[in-house]
C-alpha cells in the first residue's frame, strides 16, 4: 500500500533527507530526520535534521547561520525518504564551507578526483567555539 500521509516513521525511527536548491535545482546535501526534527521542520519553516554524530535535533545554520528555509517537501514512493527543497541562507550548506556537500567529483573514466566550486566561507573561522 502507498503511504498517503507523509514519511512513514515506523519503519525505521531516521529516515534520509536530501536537500535541493529550490531555485536552481541543485543538490545541497544528504542528512537524516526523526519524527522530532520532521514536525520542528513542517512547524517553523526552517530545516531541522537528527544529527547521527551528536545524537541530537540539529537545527541547520544553528552555528554557521547557514539556515535552509524550507520552500516544500516530498515524500518518495515508499514513504521513507524526503526531499526538501529549500532557500539556503548564507550561500553554504556544506560545514566545509562549499555551497553543496557534494564538490567533489570522480571522473568515472580515469578516476580522478576534481574539486568543482569555490568555498563560500572557512569553517575554522566559523567553528572556531567547537576547537
Not at 550548506?93 to 580515469?110: E, L, N, V, W
Request: a neutral charge.
Amino acid at each position: 500500500m502507498i503511504e498517503t500521509n507523509g514519511p512513514d516513521f515506523s519503519k525505521s525511527t531516521m529516515i534520509p533527507v536530501i536537500a535541493q536548491d529550490d531555485a536552481s535545482g541543485d543538490v545541497l546535501m544528504l542528512a537524516y530526520m526523526n519524527a522530532e526534527a520532521y514536525a520542528e521542520t513542517l512547524r517553523t519553516g526552517r530545516v531541522c535534521y537528527f544529527s547521527r554524530s551528536r545524537n541530537k535535533l540539529w537545527r541547520k545554520g544553528e552555528e554557521s547561520g547557514n539556515v535552509q528555509e524550507l520552500k516544500s517537501i516530498f515524500f518518495d514512493c515508499d514513504a521513507d525518504t524526503l526531499l526538501v527543497r529549500v532557500v539556503q541562507i548564507g550561500g553554504a550548506a556544506c560545514h566545509a564551507g562549499y555551497r553543496s556537500c557534494f564538490f567533489r567529483q570522480i571522473d568515472p573514466k580515469t578516476q580522478t578526483v576534481s574539486i568543482i566550486g569555490e568555498p563560500v566561507f572557512d569553517p575554522n573561522t566559523v567553528y572556531q567555539s567547537k576547537k
